[in-house]
């Protein structure tokens, strides 16, 4: 019979294809016993029954030919949360927890309005809603598939001050009756190059392509949200967008273009450009 150590072992085999082989078959391990990480280090030699390494060599199989450990488990990590994933929408990031992080040391009144554009699973919208129970969360995306995950985990996530409907951008949210100005704007929008060799490795592969790629130049999207943001914003408000790497001066002319003030892009883990925010004139 196999142990847990015996399984833990097995990530040599994925080190080709993961640059996290230990904890993503820490993690499939987890998932096929239903345990947590401490259980599995606690209990080392414990020997395992058949039919959990079975169900684990099942979940191994799919990591070895590139599938993503949070398609496999149906959940990823996100800020305080547990969220579930789909295939038709983007694995939330680390690096956008970065966004969550400069909305929140945004000095916003008590009551505010807030929007995220392309939702996704809801991760943005959810994690702020989380921390300021007081502020009203709006969050929109094209997807149907995607509006119902985000409300499936915003109900999973017992939060109340959210709101999830679908729209394209901007339209449905333009078409509400009295339309709302919001206090501050979120987006992760699509930003990859249509031509980007990144699209073709590792996880982003299992994605959906109306996630990550936004035209030639990657900016299709981002103009939209930088463009229109300012109609939909009170004044003083403020818009925070993530962004590739190379994207940062660009992206600044479009905040500039679009009449925003204190204009700052700001860096990942990885000392990339990531987020840029910017404010309206009072
Ligand atoms: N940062 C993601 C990646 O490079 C892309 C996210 C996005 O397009 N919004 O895989």
Redesign the pocket.
């Known amino acids: 019979m196999a142990t847990v150590n015996d399984l833990l072992l097995r990530h040599s085999e994925l080190s080709p294809a993961s640059d996290t082989a230990l904890l993503d078959t820490e993690l499939l391990l987890c998932h096929s016993l239903s345990v947590d990480r401490t259980w599995l280090k606690t209990w080392p030699d414990k020997e395992l029954p058949a039919a959990d390494s079975q169900h684990f060599e099942q979940l191994f199989k799919r990591r070895l030919e590139g599938e993503p450990v949070a398609f496999i488990v149906g959940t990823q990590g996100f800020w305080t949360l547990d969220l579930g994933v789909s295939p038709h929408t983007?694995i939330p990031?680390p690096?956008t927890e970065l966004l969550v992080e400069a909305a929140l040391e945004l000095d916003l009144p008590d009551q505010s309005l807030v929007l995220d554009l392309g939702t996704g699973t809801g991760a943005i919208a959810l994690a702020l809603a989380s921390e300021h129970p007081s502020w009203q969360l709006t969050a929109v995306d094209v997807q149907p598939q995607a509006v119902a995950l985000a409300e499936q985990n915003r109900s999973q996530c017992q939060l109340d001050n959210v709101q999830i409907y679908q729209s394209d951008w901007f339209t449905a949210v333009a078409n509400r009756q009295p339309q709302a100005k919001f206090n501050l704007i979120v987006s992760?929008?699509?930003?990859?190059e249509v031509d980007d060799a990144?699209l073709f490795e590792g996880d982003?592969r299992f994605e959906p392509a109306s996630?990550?790629v936004s035209g030639t130049d990657g900016l299709d999207d981002l103009k939209i949200v930088v463009g229109q943001s300012s109609g939909f914003l009170q004044p003083a408000g403020w818009l925070i967008v993530?962004h590739?790497h190379e994207q940062g001066e660009v992206v600044r002319e479009l905040f500039n273009d679009a009449g925003f003030v204190l204009v700052e892009t700001r860096q990942d883990y990885n000392q990339m450009d990531r987020i840029t925010l910017g404010r309206l004139q009072d």
């Open positions: 983007l990031r690096e992760n929008p699509p930003y990859i990144h982003v996630a990550l993530e590739g």
